[in-house]
């Protein structure tokens, strides 16, 4: 089974409107971490939010901020007043922490491409 | 602010030939990782590294792979016979105690 499901093909988003990307994440392990990463055009990976599993509150950094379900295992990243720079490629990944503990690795979704029209 | 440095930006090389990725991660991070993407697909994990030795490694990591942190500051892949479907971008990314992995800009390797 997929550990991270990303299956939004393409988004569009108009500027300055709010958009919400999806991610689904499969895990026996009850301590985890989920992340959203960007990765624009250039190519470098941009991280841009963290979710631990046993957070209470929902994390917000800046515009971005992780609508975490955790009885529905969602993890979804909400960007508010879209920016023609939001246009990249987001991935959403896990880290179980469990089996091989602090050390543990990231596992990546396939990704969602973003454009924000003008 | 520190970050994540690879050398080369690019590396083109042939069939069967050597290559060395070159990272220098943060300098009081502790925790090391090798990543690859081949292009449009996702990010894979290939190695963990800590204290000196593989925390775990991933299918892909087969006997053609090492890592290697030969002094303070370097940490390196080594692909010793490259293979076409080697071709992709490797991520280096550190990590210090707390949750954040960073990663540096990548390096594209093209195998003809």
């Known amino acids: 089974a997929q550990k991270i499901t990303q299956t939004q093909p393409g988004m569009f988003v108009q500027e300055k409107e709010a958009v919400t990307l999806d991610c689904t994440y499969d895990?026996?392990?009850?301590?985890?971490?989920l992340f959203w990463y960007k990765q624009p055009s250039s190519g470098e990976m941009i991280f841009l939010i963290y979710q631990g599993s046993y957070d209470q509150q929902n994390a917000t950094e800046g515009r971005y901020s992780l609508n975490f379900q955790k009885a529905r295992k969602s993890a979804n990243l909400v960007i508010s007043a879209s920016q023609l720079g939001d246009s990249a490629m987001y991935f959403c990944a896990m880290r179980e922490d469990s089996y091989t503990g602090a050390n543990s690795k990231l596992t990546f979704g396939k990704g969602i491409t973003l454009s924000v029209r003008p | 602010e520190p970050e994540v440095t690879q050398t080369p930006s690019h590396q083109v090389t042939q069939m069967g030939q050597e290559v060395i990725l070159r990272c220098v991660p943060i300098s009081n991070h502790l925790y090391f990782y090798w990543y690859r993407q081949i292009l449009g697909q996702k990010v894979e994990f290939l190695v963990s590294?800590?204290?000196?030795?593989?925390?775990?490694k991933s299918e892909i990591f087969d006997d053609q792979f090492s890592v290697e942190r030969p002094d303070g500051s370097n940490f390196t892949l080594k692909i010793r016979s490259t293979k076409l479907e080697d071709s992709a971008m490797y991520f280096c990314?550190?990590?210090?105690?707390?949750?954040?992995?960073?990663f540096g800009p990548g390096t594209r390797l093209t195998v003809t």
């Open positions: 590294f800590y204290n000196n030795e593989i925390s775990e």
């Open positions: 895990t026996s392990d009850p301590s985890y971490g």
């Open positions: 990314a550190s990590r210090e105690t707390g949750f954040e992995q960073y």
